[in-house]
């Protein structure tokens, strides 16, 4: 069984930065590629940032060049570093396996972008 905890939002104004961090307990964790996602207020769940076990990256074209995602597979935690916040950034920030296990999903972390 993994569980998923998810740490690090606030309220930030524009322009902003914030680390994320997801961590995971289960020593699988070092062989599943990693995703974060966001899902903000009336809107569906999506894919924001992706790593694979390798530690190849994938983003959203809308958060390329501000969003880095990493992971430390010893510490069994994965990072999203958020620069250059915008108001659309705002939404609750969640981390899981891709594909996802619905049973993993945690409760989130909520980043709020405003002035």
């Known amino acids: 069984q993994v569980q998923f905890v998810e740490s690090g939002g606030g309220l930030v104004q524009p322009g902003g930065s914030l680390r994320l961090s997801c961590a995971a307990s289960g020593s699988i964790f070092a062989i599943m590629d990693m995703g974060w996602y966001r899902q903000a207020p009336g809107k569906q769940r999506e894919l924001v940032a992706s790593?694979?076990?390798?530690?190849?990256?994938d983003y959203k074209d809308s958060v390329k060049g501000r969003f880095t995602i990493s992971r430390d597979n010893a510490k069994r935690t994965m990072y999203l570093q958020v620069n250059s916040l915008k108001p659309e950034d705002t939404a609750v920030y969640y981390c899981?396996?891709?594909?996802?296990?619905?049973?993993?999903w945690g409760q989130g972390t909520q980043v709020t972008v405003s002035s």
């Open positions: 790593i694979t076990t390798r530690g190849n990256t």
């Open positions: 899981n396996k891709i594909p996802t296990i619905p049973r993993y």
